[in-house]
Nanobody
């Protein structure tokens, strides 16, 4: 059974920084593209960042230049460094990954970690 577990959320003042982490565990053969998403109260889930196995990255304009996604393929971890945080970044942040297990590729989600940006 594959699990993705996020950590690192919390309360931070506007302009501050947080670093989120996501650890994958279980009978994993390989991990493909990994993503961060977020969902604010009353809103749809929103894409935040993507990193492919080769290390290439993509971001939406809303976080570009402020957020940095990274991964460690050996440790099976995914990070999101968030700088210059704004109140509108407040949301539950989810780790997502394409993971190869014995039965084939699957799309997996973590349980989410709350990020609150407020003074």
């Amino acid at each position: 059974q594959v699990q993705l577990v996020e950590s690192g959320g919390g309360l931070v003042q506007p302009g501050g920084s947080l670093r989120l982490s996501c650890a994958a565990s279980g009978r994993i053969s390989s991990i493909g593209t990994m993503n961060w998403y977020r969902q604010a109260p009353g809103k749809q889930r929103e894409w935040v960042a993507t990193i492919r196995r080769d290390g290439s990255t993509d971001y939406p304009d809303s976080v570009k230049g402020r957020f940095t996604i990274s991964r460690d393929n050996g440790r099976k971890t995914l990070d999101l460094q968030m700088n210059s945080l704004k109140p509108e970044d407040t949301a539950v942040y989810y780790c997502n990954a394409a993971i190869l297990v014995s039965t084939g590729w699957g799309n997996y989600w973590g349980q989410g970690t709350q990020v609150t940006v407020s003074s």
